[in-house]
Structures are given as C-alpha cells and as structure tokens.
C-alpha cells in the first residue's frame, strides 16, 4: 500500500505542477485529497485556480464560497488575496459582474493594504475586462495602462500577456486595428516567455477577429482552427468554445454554411457546458447569423433572443443593442 504524501509533499507537488501549468493534475490530485485542500488556504485557492485553468467556472465559484470563510480565519492574507481574485474571475465568467466588481476592489484594497503589486495589478486587469464588457472603453483603456507597467516593473511575463490580449480587445472594439494586433503579437511574445501556450492561442484567436475586421476570412478560418486545437489540448473548453466561434464566422463570411454550422453548434455547447456567459452570448450571436445565411430564419431569431437576454444580464449594453436591433429587423422582415 503506497503511502498517502505528507502535508508538505502535497503542497510542493501542487506548487510544481502550477508553476507547469498541468491544471488538470492539480485538480484530480487535490480532487482525492479533499480534506487538505478544505483546511490548507495554499491548497484551498490552488484547486479553486485548477477549475477556473480548466473550463469550470461553477466549480471554483462554489468552492470560494465553501472555503473563504476558512481562508479568513487562518489569517494568510496572501491566500485570501489570491482567493478573493479568483472569486472574482470566477463570477466575472458567469454573468456576475456586480459581484465580480466588488470582489476585485475587496482584492485590490488588501493588495495595496499588503504591498502585493502584482495582485492589485491583476485586480486592476480584471476591473478593465470588466468595463469593457459593460461598454466602458475609456475607462477599460485607463485601468490597462495601470496594470501594465507594474507588470513590466515585476517582470510578470503572464501578466503582460493577459492584459496586451485584453487591451488588443478593446482598441479591436474601436477600430484600432493595427495598434490592436501590435498588441496581440506582444501578448503572443509575452505568452512564450512565460511558458503558458493556452495563453498564446488566446491572443492568435484575437489575431484571427482582427483578420475578420479586414475582410481576410480565409486567414481568420486557418488562425482561429490552430488555435482551437491549441486550446483544446490544453484543456481550456472556454476558449476553444472562443476559437470555434471566430472560424464559425469566417466559414459564414466565406459562404460555407455548413462548415459555419458545425463549428459554430460546438461552440454554443461548450458555452453552455462550462457556464461561461459572455462566450455563449457571441457564440449564439454568431450562430444567428449563419442560421440566417442558411434560410434557418426561426433558428435565427431563437438563438438572438437568447443572445440578448444573456447580454442583458451581463449589463453589455452595445452588445445587447446591437443584437435587439438585428432581432428586430429579423421580426420586421417575417
């Protein structure tokens, strides 16, 4: 009978397959250690963090919940830092943007109380996701430039990475696209250094929307397919859900709709899967469309009006406009 590891051995092994990004051993590891990871605020965040790396938002949103009281109590205020930046990713994926905003400014508040500038940088990254979803531009513009140059001070290589990817977002959203792809590009160099190839596919599937823009759907299809078998072999379901919606699109912009059908159905059911609101959202936006193309006018409206009321519920106002406006013509036209 092999010997269960010691607390210590437990905690090294987690910090080792982290530092690797083997999120999915991380999580089946503390998944059979369950009483370790309630009572030890290291291990507690660390299989909140494996579940969020991994397409599971529900489950790291309810487990912060179940733990953070413990994490409090034990007084390592690192951890309860960290905790309270991953509740807040993780409502930030369902649909909870309120509470998601004011767990950040929990974070941020004992991050500037504790001098851990990397966390009030991630806090601050995170609060710029955030209003650029609910439309916010300037001000999502105004948090990144915050976040990146204590990342660029700290050397955090996925920091940079994340908010390049995030800010090449919002200048893609105003028109700005070659200053957006400069910025996926860094982010995809950033990604390198840091060894997080997920996070690189990310930014390709940014490269391939920017492709999108400039009317190029053969290179936005090719981008975005690698990049959702990049993401899918890193196990992140989400953001495949992402790759698949941008090639979806690109099938429709090049006229093959049963091609766009395909990757576009995958899509919305991964969406739906992994709980994850925006991503579901565009994707069923992005399926309306190719329904539409396809002469698929009840499928188009059925999954438009799904589309608003998710945008409705994430407060995305240019977004649930934009979709209210093209249901109603839909209706108009029937």
Partial sequence: MIAAPSSDDLQALV???SAAGAWADVRSLLGSHGGEARSQPELATAWAES???????RDAHGWLNETLTTIERSGDRAQLRRALNLLGVASTELGALDDAEAT????????????DELLVARATNNLAAIAHV?????????LYALALPVYQRLGSARGLAESYHNLAITLREQGHLDRADECEQRAIEYARDAATPALAAMARVGRAEIHLRRDDALMAEATARVAAQELAQAGDP???????RVAGIAC???????AARLSLDRAVSLGRAHGHMLIQAECLRARADAAAAGGDTRGARADLQEAVELFTRLGAAEAREEAEGRLKAMRNEA
């Fill in 15 to 17: 910090r080792q397959l």
């Fill in 51 to 57: 579940h969020l790396r991994t397409g599971n938002p």
């Fill in 104 to 115: 950040f400014d929990r974070a941020a508040q004992l991050g500037w109380t504790d001098g």
């Fill in 134 to 142: 609910r439309g916010r531009h300037d001000v999502a513009l105004a």
């Fill in 238 to 244: 989400i953001r495949e859900a992402d790759a698949l």
């Fill in 252 to 258: 429709v912009r090049r006229g093959d709709i049963s």
